[in-house]
């Protein structure tokens, strides 16, 4: 089962964790200087990361389809005990407590993988035809996703169930689904939206009225005011004061990006951009390594474009051009959870790429048996 050959050498890719130690150890860098207790925790997160990596890795992910399927499942019925049973803190009901040692996580962190695989799964037993999706493979496809998308939205957690919506909705897109479903798609939406924005909760219909017709709130102010106050070059960490006399809120989680801002400038946005624009077109590519391998294709299209999304939405609420929702910048805000579900991810990229031979070598022997009994 994990037995080792010497091609999946030639088939890991170096490039991957090459693009992801420079934001994880700015991260650090960062978290450590402001915080060293949560310094030291970016440290032991990384450890476990890196053995939860070589974990995941060395399980065969694609001969293992009621792992995905149970994985799945299993998850649905998490977010279901959430609904029943979970911890509410600050009027959103999210947490599970593991019993005995007072632990608490989100069903939520790991719903993202588990939709991933079951997507990736679903897809590679019955690829797109010529033009796309039907109408029929659309909704089956979507049921998967709206399952926890409602389930993740009544916690309420708006912002992680639109990153559901919208990372596997994308991926649909860029797998292939005929261009008739998306333009009933989207005249479907334009006229329902006010009834969607009625059956909202109240705190978030305020929130975003307040976007639209008020002044940024507090954070943001102090968060665009970090962001001016670095300049070209940024400051020295003595001479960072949003930051050193907390005037910017939360600087080693959601607002991290303002801190790394006040100290390293717009030279220093500009080389974080560059990192992630690479990580994200670099994950894109891998889609390309082969035509057929559909599974490959689904999870790293998510992958992309969850980093996408995170990435997009954390910076530009901490600019004031969206609401503020508690969306983390990927491997950059200090958190284990996101940082532990991106590292499975890679983990997940890495094997498909990696094992990808005994995926082309069933491939091809199927095909010469076929081709034999054909003749």
Known sequence: ???????????????????????????????????????????IYMCIGLLIFVIVFLIPVRRMSWFIIGFYWINVLLLVMVELFGDTRLGAQRW????????????????????????????SKNPPKKNGYKLLDFLKLSFFVFVPFVLVLKQPDLGTALVLL?????????????????LALFVGVMFLSPA?????????????????LKEPDYQVKQSIIAIGSGGVYGK???????????????????????????????????????????????????????EKDYF???????????????????????????????????LFSYGGSSFITFIILFAVLENLLAFRYKFVYNHSSFSKRALSSAG
């Open 1 to 43: 089962m994990f037995s080792f050959n010497h091609k999946f050498l030639s088939h890991f890719d170096f490039t991957l964790p090459l693009l992801i130690m420079p934001i994880a150890l700015l991260s650090w860098y960062l978290i450590d200087e402001n915080n060293v207790f949560l310094g030291n925790k970016v440290l």
């Open 96 to 123: 599970l407590e593991i019993p005995f040692v007072h632990f608490t996580f989100q069903p939520s962190e790991t719903m993202k993988p588990a939709l991933i695989f079951m997507l990736a799964y679903l897809i």
């Open 166 to 182: 919208l990372m596997s909705f994308g991926m649909l897109f860029l797998i292939g689904v005929n261009y008739k479903i998306w």
């Open 196 to 212: 969607l924005y009625t059956n909202l909760h109240d705190y978030q219909k305020k929130r975003i009225m307040d976007f639209i």
């Open 236 to 290: 020295e960490k003595e001479e960072a004061t949003q930051a050193a006399y907390k005037f910017l809120p939360i600087a080693t989680s959601d607002f991290i990006f303002p801190y790394f801002v006040e100290r390293f400038g717009f030279i220093g946005v500009i080389g974080l951009f560059i990192l992630y624009g690479t990580l994200i077109f670099h994950i894109f590519s891998m889609s390309n390594t082969d």
């Open 296 to 330: 490959l294709k689904a999870v790293s299209y998510c992958v992309g474009l969850l980093i996408f999304i995170y990435s997009g939405v954390n910076i530009a609420m901490t600019i004031g051009l969206a609401p503020v929702v508690g969306i983390p910048l990927p």
